[in-house]
T-cell receptor
Framework: EAGVAQSPRYKIIEKRQSVAFWCNPISGHATLYWYQQILGQGPKLLIQFQNNGVVDDSQLPKDRFSAERLKGVDSTLKIQPAKLEDSAVYLC?????????????FGPGTRLTVL | AQSVTQPDIHITVSEGASLELRCNYSYGATPYLFWYVQSPGQGLQLLLKYFSGDTLVQGIKGFEAEFKRSQSSFNLRKPSVHWSDAAEYFCAVESNFGNEKLTFGTGTRLTIIP
């Protein structure tokens, strides 16, 4: 089966600009996650969707980050305006369903550099 | 709150030698535990997981891990490493209350020397 797709793979922007990332999860996977991985750290969960509803966004900086998952399939993560500290790899993951322990499948990530 | 500690930031091992990567967790109940591997420019790939039962878990690529409740540890092992094992390894813990929230450690970077 096809894996989790993400685009773009790399993005360089200047601070205060906006940027958007796209994720297409594995077909049929109900749960979608966005993680932020800063260099030298483990991934940190930003937001979790179940179908098109938000399950957990407690660690999402809502003053500048937003995410949506229209129709419960694809998702976009937006940063506006970007700050230097937003430089990181943004990983998208999906899993079959919530309510039971299920493996999360990760995409290759988008590497964001903010200058 | 759950947390994971990987005390070794960087480990260098000779090809063919054995490997052990350490992981300690903090969680109030029996957690779900995972090891992921991340090669440069790649996403995370699941090596193995522990939910319950046998405390010695076998994974892909010849890796295994042992859950030790008394030590709050879940160390990853491989008897003989290959050059292709060079990567970043992450231990993660998940709440068993069904919200599937993974908390990752900071990772251990593995370098293989000939």
């Amino acid at each position: 089966e096809a894996g989790v797709a993400q685009s773009p793979r790399y993005k360089i922007i200047e601070k205060r600009q906006s940027v958007a990332f796209w994720c297409n999860p594995i077909s049929g996977h109900a749960t979608l996650y966005w993680y932020q991985q800063i260099l030298g750290q483990g991934p940190k969960l930003l937001i979790q969707f179940q179908n098109n509803g938000v399950v957990d966004d407690s660690q999402l900086p809502k003053d500048r980050f937003s995410a949506e998952r229209l129709k419960g399939v694809d998702s976009t993560l937006k940063i506006q305006p970007a700050k230097l500290e937003d430089s990181a790899v943004y990983l998208c993951a999906s899993s079959p369903e919530i309510g039971e322990v299920a493996e999360q499948f990760f995409g290759p990530g988008t590497r964001l550099t903010v200058l | 709150a759950q947390s994971v500690t990987q005390p070794d930031i960087h480990i260098t091992v000779s090809e063919g030698a054995s490997l052990e990567l350490r992981c300690n967790y903090s969680y109030g109940a029996t957690p779900y535990l995972f090891w992921y591997v991340q090669s440069p420019g790649q996403g995370l790939q699941l090596l193995l997981k522990y939910f319950s039962g046998d405390t010695l878990v076998q994974g892909i690529k010849g890796f295994e891990a042992e859950f030790k409740r008394s030590q709050s540890s879940f160390n990853l092992r491989k008897p003989s490493v290959h050059w292709s094992d060079a990567a970043e390894y992450f231990c993660a813990v998940e709440s068993n209350f069904g919200n599937e929230k993974l908390t990752f450690g900071t990772g251990t970077r593995l370098t293989i020397i000939p």
